[in-house]
């Protein structure tokens, strides 16, 4: 099992890799993130999931009207964006 190390920023992973190299090994470097034999190393870059909107589980709710108003879904479900979908870490 590997441990997933998630960083605010590209850069802040890359400091985050040179820093574990020396107890953790050698990292090669993919894409969007780094691995070695014990660790995943990735970064977000901005957000990676956003709350799904109301018309996807409520038709009635993708008709603008303040008849509708106010959306409180039942629960709030999260989908990737798609900018980030091919990040290993969401």
Same mark, same amino acid.
């Given at each position: 099992?590997?441990?997933?190390?998630?960083a605010?920023?590209? %850069?802040?992973?890359?400091?985050?890799?040179?820093?574990?190299?020396?107890?953790?090994? !050698?990292?090669?470097?993919?894409?969007?993130?780094?691995?070695?034999?014990?660790?995943?190393?990735? %970064?977000?870059?901005?957000?990676?999931?956003?709350?799904?909107?109301?018309?996807?589980?409520?038709? !009635?709710?993708?008709?603008?009207?303040?008849?509708?108003?106010?959306?409180?879904?039942?629960?709030?479900?999260l !989908?990737?964006?798609? !900018?980030?979908?091919t990040?290993?870490?969401?």
């Amino acid at each position: 099992m590997k441990t997933l190390v998630i960083a605010e920023k590209p %850069s802040v992973a890359q400091d985050i890799v040179r820093a574990l190299t020396p107890s953790a090994g !050698k990292f090669e470097k993919h894409d969007e993130y780094f691995e070695n034999e014990r660790y995943v190393v990735s %970064s977000a870059v901005g957000h990676l999931v956003e709350i799904q909107a109301p018309e996807a589980f409520d038709v !009635k709710r993708g008709k603008w009207s303040f008849a509708h108003l106010p959306v409180i879904p039942p629960h709030f479900d999260l !989908k990737p964006v798609d !900018k980030t979908k091919t990040r290993p870490c969401r």
